[in-house]
């Protein structure tokens, strides 16, 4: 059946196997320096990891310019530091202070790379599985999808009528799915 075989390719324990698990070791096996001499530097520094990070599990043995690298880190920190209403200059600024360490500004890093490798694996898992253009198939999943995972995906899934994400709905049930993955995650570490 469909159903069983998406859930199975969706399951936890399935994405951190085929996604998490590549990603996170990837983050342990770059060694983080000790310090930063200025902004260049910092930036330098997370354009090295960004590119170890791509050619370690996004396209192993593949490369990055150190301008592509160096842009794609800056941007995911920089997103990550908005939320705390700062931006890259606070955070090269922590980073001498000794708020956060350079390891901390990697773990941001890493988790941006990892979060958009499990929502681009939940896509093409949906979209290998499912067909898009059958109605009643896509109603028949997503109902599935919310009585599987709904208490983890938000009150507002576990209410609505399944028909909704049906089309243009997906985006949002594939983001609800990987923040509850990130959720269920972040038990785990902690416990």
Same mark, same amino acid.
């Given at each position: 059946?469909?159903?069983?075989?998406?859930?199975?390719?969706?399951?936890?324990?399935?994405?951190?196997?085929?996604?998490?698990?590549?990603?996170?070791?990837?983050?342990?096996?770059?060694?983080?320096?000790?310090?930063?001499?200025?902004?260049?530097?910092?930036?330098?520094?997370?354009?090295?990891?960004?590119?170890?990070?791509?050619?370690?599990?996004?396209?192993?043995?593949?490369?990055?310019?150190?301008?592509?690298?160096?842009?794609?880190?800056?941007?995911?920190?920089?997103?990550?530091?908005?939320?705390?209403?700062?931006?890259?200059?606070?955070?090269?600024?922590?980073?001498?202070?000794?708020?956060?360490?350079?390891?901390?500004?990697?773990?941001?890093?890493?988790?941006?790379?990892? $979060? $958009?490798?499990?929502?681009?694996?939940?896509?093409?898992?949906?979209?290998?599985?499912?067909?898009?253009?059958?109605?009643? $198939?896509?109603?028949?999943?997503?109902?599935?999808?919310?009585?599987?995972?709904?208490?983890?995906?938000?009150?507002?899934?576990?209410?609505?009528?399944?028909?909704?994400?049906?089309?243009?709905?997906?985006?949002?049930?594939?983001?609800?799915?990987?923040?509850?993955?990130?959720?269920?995650?972040?038990?785990?570490?902690?416990?």
């Amino acid at each position: 059946m469909v159903i069983a075989s998406l859930m199975q390719d969706l399951h936890p324990r399935t994405v951190a196997a085929r996604v998490s698990i590549p990603h996170d070791r990837a983050r342990m096996t770059y060694p983080t320096p000790n310090s930063v001499n200025s902004l260049r530097d910092f930036e330098d520094e997370m354009g090295r990891y960004v590119q170890h990070h791509y050619k370690s599990c996004i396209v192993p043995g593949g490369s990055l310019s150190l301008s592509d690298a160096r842009s794609m880190g800056k941007e995911m920190v920089e997103r990550e530091y908005r939320r705390r209403k700062g931006n890259i200059v606070s955070a090269y600024r922590d980073v001498c202070d000794g708020v956060v360490s350079l390891r901390a500004i990697f773990d941001i890093i890493a988790d941006a790379l990892k $979060e $958009e490798a499990i929502t681009r694996y939940t896509k093409d898992v949906i979209d290998r599985h499912v067909d898009r253009s059958d109605y009643e $198939e896509i109603v028949a999943c997503v109902r599935e999808l919310i009585a599987t995972c709904g208490p983890h995906l938000g009150a507002e899934f576990q209410t609505n009528r399944p028909e909704r994400y049906a089309g243009a709905g997906w985006e949002d049930l594939i983001k609800a799915y990987v923040e509850a993955l990130k959720s269920t995650a972040a038990v785990i570490r902690r416990m």
